[in-house]
């Protein structure tokens, strides 16, 4: 059978289709793909029925085409970016989504499109003018940023115009890629900085944000963030919740029973007040919105290489954020990322170590999983193992 490679980027996973064929308690064994190295569609059917024997019951496609992604070998490019679904709000790569769906439902799988908001290098290269403004540090200026500028209504009207038509495909659901936050620095629009004073009284004024910012190995950090800086954030992560479901609304106008997933950063589960700072991703605003999935990243090594802990913390802190988020939004409605790579050496994680990641999460419980990024590298005995409990 023909070798492939799926890689599974940062980020997020689920898919339903009828009860007959996946019964509601069934847990989501899902992979994201990135890439897969078949060179036609007979190849990719292939490459899917060999995850399937190893358990896979759900596939998350990427379906955009950003200025550094590798092109789908079995895909006939006409534009350099773009996405790969037919849409007039977007240039068009190639359409293959619809045989995408089709291969994987003939299979019993489930298919869920993953999809950029914020990071779309389609929308951005065209319109320059609808990047977002940060605030620099090293200048004391608000300068131009690199991702689009959701609070820019003509932003909005081709999002949502680019998910609707989406939406029109015999998809099970939709993945927001993990570019849906706002970082410290980020969301200093004209048009933001208006409606935050609209809707506070207060000015979004970055010299009233931030203390004691200073320089460390090139990079720039803040000792304190003020007041005024918090009620900002909550106020970003307000606004990204409402960009969502606007987005969520668009693409349920064509199929009501879309389902959708958001991406979770770790920090929003283990470190919610760090996570409001950094990424205007508050948990409890989200569970407001009809998200369907809330998709842990929680990524062991990144998280071991980020925090300096112990494997034995890392593992705990593994066990603690999947009750965290268990208690926030019930079992049904969690999908934890458990990596399988190391994102630097880009060598397969030992077998032993994934399984010990498996466990934590688990700890005997029936929990959707989806692993990232699975490769040709990847041994998927580890898969099978997992969902099939016999790593329980």
Same mark, same amino acid.
């Given at each position: 059978?023909?070798?492939?490679?799926?890689?599974?980027?940062?980020?997020?996973?689920i898919?339903?289709?009828?009860?007959?064929?996946?019964?509601?308690?069934?847990?989501?064994?899902a992979?994201?793909?990135?890439?897969?190295?078949?060179?036609?569609?007979?190849?990719?059917?292939?490459?899917?029925?060999?995850?399937?024997?190893?358990?896979?019951?759900?596939?998350?496609?990427?379906?955009?085409?950003?200025?550094?992604?590798?092109?789908?070998?079995?895909?006939?490019?006409?534009?350099?970016?773009?996405?790969?679904?037919?849409?007039?709000?977007?240039?068009?790569?190639?359409?293959? #989504?619809?045989?995408?769906?089709?291969?994987?439902?003939?299979?019993?799988?489930?298919?869920?499109?993953?999809?950029?908001?914020?990071?779309?290098s389609?929308?951005i290269?065209?319109?320059?003018d609808?990047?977002?403004?940060?605030?620099?540090?090293?200048?004391?200026?608000?300068?131009?940023?690199?991702r689009?500028?959701?609070?820019?209504?003509? +932003?909005?009207?081709?999002?949502?115009?680019?998910?609707?038509?989406?939406?029109?495909?015999d998809?099970?659901?939709?993945l927001?890629?993990?570019d849906?936050?706002?970082?410290?620095?980020?969301?200093?629009?004209?048009?933001?900085?208006?409606?935050?004073?609209?809707?506070?009284?207060?000015?979004?004024?970055?010299?009233?944000?931030?203390?004691?910012i200073?320089?460390?190995?090139?990079?720039?950090? +803040?000792?304190?963030?003020?007041?005024?800086?918090?009620?900002?954030?909550?106020?970003?992560?307000?606004?990204?919740?409402?960009?969502?479901?606007e987005?969520?609304?668009?693409?349920?106008?064509?199929?009501?029973?879309?389902?959708?997933?958001i991406?979770?950063?770790?920090?929003? +589960?283990?470190?919610?007040?760090?996570?409001?700072?950094?990424?205007?991703?508050?948990?409890?605003?989200?569970?407001?919105?009809?998200?369907?999935?809330?998709?842990?990243?929680?990524?062991?090594?990144?998280?071991?290489?980020?925090?300096?802990?112990?494997?034995?913390?890392?593992?705990?802190?593994?066990?603690?954020?999947?009750?965290? *988020? *268990?208690?926030?939004?019930?079992?049904?409605?969690?999908?934890?990322?458990?990596?399988?790579?190391?994102?630097?050496?880009?060598?397969?994680?030992?077998?032993?170590?994934?399984?010990?990641?498996?466990?934590?999460?688990?700890?005997?419980?029936?929990?959707? #999983?989806?692993?990232?990024? +699975?490769?040709e590298?990847?041994?998927?005995?580890?898969?099978?193992?997992?969902?099939?409990?016999s790593? #329980?």
């Amino acid at each position: 059978m023909k070798r492939f490679l799926l890689t599974i980027a940062l980020i997020g996973t689920i898919f339903f289709t009828p009860a007959a064929i996946y019964p509601h308690d069934n847990p989501i064994n899902a992979v994201q793909i990135l890439w897969m190295n078949c060179r036609n569609f007979d190849e990719v059917e292939e490459s899917i029925l060999k995850l399937k024997m190893a358990g896979v019951n759900t596939l998350i496609i990427r379906v955009f085409q950003n200025r550094f992604d590798r092109f789908y070998p079995f895909a006939n490019p006409k534009n350099e970016t773009g996405v790969y679904f037919n849409t007039s709000y977007a240039p068009v790569v190639d359409d293959i #989504l619809g045989k995408l769906a089709e291969i994987a439902h003939k299979n019993n799988i489930k298919i869920f499109a993953w999809m950029t908001t914020r990071d779309s290098s389609w929308l951005i290269e065209n319109h320059p003018d609808f990047k977002e403004s940060i605030y620099d540090f090293k200048t004391n200026y608000i300068i131009k940023g690199e991702r689009l500028n959701i609070f820019n209504p003509k +932003v909005m009207e081709i999002l949502k115009g680019v998910y609707r038509d989406l939406a029109r495909y015999d998809i099970d659901g939709i993945l927001f890629q993990d570019d849906l936050v706002l970082r410290h620095t980020e969301g200093y629009s004209n048009e933001a900085r208006s409606l935050f004073k609209k809707d506070t009284g207060i000015k979004a004024d970055p010299a009233i944000m931030y203390k004691n910012i200073y320089q460390k190995k090139g990079r720039y950090y +803040v000792s304190l963030y003020t007041p005024y800086f918090w009620k900002w954030s909550e106020w970003k992560s307000k606004r990204l919740s409402h960009t969502a479901s606007e987005i969520m609304s668009a693409a349920r106008e064509v199929n009501p029973d879309l389902k959708f997933a958001i991406n979770l950063y770790y920090e929003t +589960v283990s470190s919610p007040r760090d996570a409001l700072a950094w990424l205007s991703q508050n948990i409890n605003e989200l569970i407001n919105h009809k998200f369907d999935y809330y998709a842990v990243m929680a990524y062991h090594r990144q998280m071991k290489r980020e925090l300096g802990f112990s494997d034995k913390k890392i593992y705990e802190m593994l066990s603690m954020m999947t009750d965290t *988020i *268990i208690d926030k939004v019930g079992t049904s409605k969690i999908l934890m990322k458990v990596q399988v790579m190391d994102w630097d050496t880009k060598a397969s994680i030992p077998e032993g170590e994934i399984e010990t990641a498996i466990n934590s999460i688990k700890n005997g419980r029936d929990i959707n #999983l989806s692993f990232v990024p +699975v490769t040709e590298d990847t041994p998927l005995n580890i898969i099978e193992k997992a969902f099939n409990n016999s790593l #329980l």
